[in-house]
């Protein structure tokens, strides 16, 4: 069993999109071929897609994504269009697509519009030269405090995960990647536990905490002092994997 699902705009091109997740393996070229997903972008009439295989899910994962919870390729197209309604910008979601068997999903697929950006978040933190780079880190203060005051708890908030594409002095930001997100109400604490994953400097921290405390109407030690805690724990949290890791291959191969 199979289910499609088309944005309106993009009903005359259901065949076409069709077409390309039927022969996916055969066709289009690749974006990101990872170890769990794979993204290749097609011309599609005078527009150029994406589409996000997602890894076929294990036997109990199947079953879940059947019957208990969306799958993450509906996710994806759902929490999209979410954000558009908000004005947080994300590449537009044009369809969704699932195959079942008896038992569960076997593979699902998310299409959306490519974006063609200048440079993506760890830009930024790689090179503390970067062009424009204190402008540009106030103004991102300014999308996180958008995203939090219209509720979105977006977990993969990561620095692959916002692409940005400068317009003149303004930078635009768009979230990918957008299948573990919550909407929800959140305080201070836990609108700077949202920034963690971010991998952000002292000085980043410091240029996002104050434009951040602007916006919300917050002393800048009040905000700075829970976006350190909460990127330090989990920095050490990921070098303490890191470690554990690395000792234990060293130790397998002893």
Same mark, same amino acid.
């Given at each position: 069993?199979?289910?499609?699902?088309?944005?309106?705009?993009?009903?005359?091109?259901?065949?076409?999109?069709?077409?390309?997740?039927? &022969?996916?393996?055969?066709?289009?070229? #690749?974006?990101? !071929?990872?170890?769990?997903?794979?993204?290749?972008?097609? /011309?599609?009439?005078?527009? =150029?897609? /994406?589409?996000?295989?997602?890894?076929?899910?294990?036997?109990?994962?199947?079953?879940?994504?059947?019957?208990?919870?969306?799958?993450?390729? +509906?996710?994806?197209?759902? #929490?999209?269009?979410?954000?558009?309604?908000?004005?947080?910008? =994300?590449?537009?979601?044009? %369809?969704?697509?699932? /195959?079942?068997? %008896? $038992?569960?999903? !076997?593979?699902?697929?998310?299409?959306?519009? @490519?974006?063609?950006?200048?440079? &993506?978040?760890?830009? $930024?933190?790689?090179?503390?030269?970067?062009?424009?780079?204190?402008?540009?880190?106030?103004?991102?203060?300014?999308?996180?405090?958008? $995203? @939090?005051? @219209?509720?979105?708890?977006?977990?993969?908030?990561?620095?692959?995960?916002?692409?940005?594409?400068?317009?003149?002095?303004?930078? &635009?930001?768009?979230?990918?990647?957008?299948?573990?997100?919550?909407?929800?109400?959140?305080?201070?604490?836990?609108?700077?536990?949202?920034?963690?994953?971010?991998?952000?400097?002292?000085?980043?921290?410091?240029?996002?905490?104050?434009?951040? %405390? *602007?916006?919300?109407?917050? *002393?800048?030690?009040?905000?700075?002092?829970?976006?350190?805690?909460?990127?330090?724990?989990?920095?050490?949290?990921?070098?303490?994997? +890191?470690?554990?890791? +690395?000792?234990?291959?060293?130790?397998?191969?002893?």
């Amino acid at each position: 069993m199979q289910t499609v699902h088309i944005h309106p705009k993009y009903q005359d091109k259901r065949e076409a999109v069709l077409a390309f997740i039927n &022969d996916f393996q055969n066709q289009g070229e #690749y974006v990101t !071929k990872g170890e769990r997903n794979v993204i290749k972008s097609f /011309n599609l009439d005078d527009e =150029t897609i /994406n589409i996000k295989s997602f890894r076929v899910p294990k036997a109990f994962n199947s079953f879940i994504y059947k019957f208990v919870r969306p799958s993450k390729a +509906k996710r994806s197209f759902e #929490y999209a269009e979410k954000l558009l309604l908000n004005a947080i910008k =994300t590449p537009f979601p044009i %369809a969704y697509v699932e /195959n079942f068997s %008896a $038992l569960g999903l !076997k593979d699902s697929y998310y299409v959306s519009l @490519h974006i063609d950006y200048d440079f &993506d978040f760890r830009a $930024l933190i790689h090179d503390p030269l970067f062009e424009n780079r204190r402008q540009i880190l106030e103004q991102f203060a300014e999308f996180c405090f958008q $995203l @939090h005051e @219209h509720d979105v708890n977006f977990l993969d908030h990561s620095p692959g995960n916002t692409l940005i594409v400068k317009r003149d002095q303004h930078y &635009d930001f768009y979230l990918i990647d957008l299948n573990r997100m919550k909407f929800e109400s959140m305080n201070l604490d836990q609108r700077m536990e949202n920034l963690k994953r971010l991998w952000l400097s002292k000085l980043m921290i410091h240029i996002i905490s104050k434009r951040y %405390a *602007e916006l919300a109407n917050k *002393e800048l030690h009040e905000v700075q002092n829970l976006l350190l805690k909460h990127s330090t724990a989990f920095k050490r949290k990921i070098n303490r994997k +890191k470690y554990l890791k +690395k000792k234990y291959l060293k130790k397998k191969r002893v």
